[in-house]
């Protein structure tokens, strides 16, 4: 039922490091850029970090440099390595799909991502 499938959140002390993986069956990922997206209680979801079909990757200015995004084509699996961490990256985490193969660049409008998982909670203490 559940088509792609984020796991690895956690509690943790500020400072530490999660990696996210996001797992999808039924939905090749090679030719697919993927984003990572994040939700706090009582705010909008945002965006966190993407990866086009190429690799070529982006990120929110409040992670750049704490964070990477990769993928292992092998294992149809995309990741989020989380390091440095803050309070203020507590949230669910949430992966999502490109609607469009062969995209060039990672699409403005969260509507485009067609396939999102159930997300993870990342919960960081001070």
């Known amino acids: 039922q559940v088509q792609l499938a984020e796991s690895g959140g956690g509690l943790v002390q500020a400072g530490a490091s999660l990696r996210l993986s996001c797992v999808a069956s039924?939905?090749?990922?090679?030719?697919?850029?993927m984003g990572w997206f994040r939700q706090a209680p009582g705010k909008m979801r945002e965006f966190v970090s993407g990866?086009?079909?190429?690799?070529?990757?982006y990120y929110a200015d409040s992670v750049k440099g704490r964070f990477t995004i990769s993928r292992d084509r092998g294992k149809n699996t995309v990741y989020l390595q989380m390091n440095d961490l803050k309070p203020n990256d507590t949230a669910v985490y949430y992966c999502a799909k490109d609607r469009r193969t062969y995209r060039p660049t990672l699409a403005d409008d969260q509507n485009e991502y067609d396939l999102w998982g159930q997300g993870t909670q990342v919960t960081v203490s001070s």
């Open positions: 039924g939905h090749p990922l090679s030719v697919f850029a």
């Open positions: 990866i086009t079909w190429t690799d070529t990757t």
